[in-house]
């Protein structure tokens, strides 16, 4: 799988080069994100714009990330095509996540706890 990332002042953001992230991608796609946002500001963007397609697999891993950025820091998600919002609203990890209809909007958007 590959991820670039760059950094801001306020976030770091991760960029997924891939249209799938599937069962056969899911393993790859936490080792990276882990490389990936290891260190760096409280608030990781995850760009999707590129991803056209997500499964259950796709999906566990992203929260995977989440987790695995402990409770200091924040992954909101840019960029997502309509079938990968869609998946993300059935299973209501929309309230999980906050969902960001571009990078450009995610950037400038100081991202609000969805729990509040």
């Known amino acids: 799988m590959s991820l670039t990332s760059t950094a801001t002042d ?15 991608m899911a393993i790859q796609f936490k ?6 946002a290891g260190d ?9 714009s590129a ?5 259950s697999s796709g999906l566990g891993a992203i929260v995977a990330a989440m987790k695995q950025l ?3 820091r924040k992954l909101d ?6 079938s990968v919002e869609k998946v993300f609203r059935l299973t209501r990890m929309d309230t999980v996540f906050n969902l960001f209809g571009s990078l450009d909007d995610a950037i400038s958007t100081e991202a609000a706890d969805p729990s509040e």
């Open 40 to 48: 760096g500001p409280a608030r990781v963007i995850l760009d999707l």
């Open 10 to 24: 306020t976030a770091k953001i991760i960029t997924v080069n891939a249209a799938r992230i599937d069962a056969v």
């Open 31 to 36: 080792d990276d994100m882990r490389e990936q």
């Open 70 to 72: 402990g409770s200091e």
């Open 77 to 82: 998600l840019a960029g997502l095509t309509p």
């Open 51 to 55: 991803v056209e397609f997500i499964d």
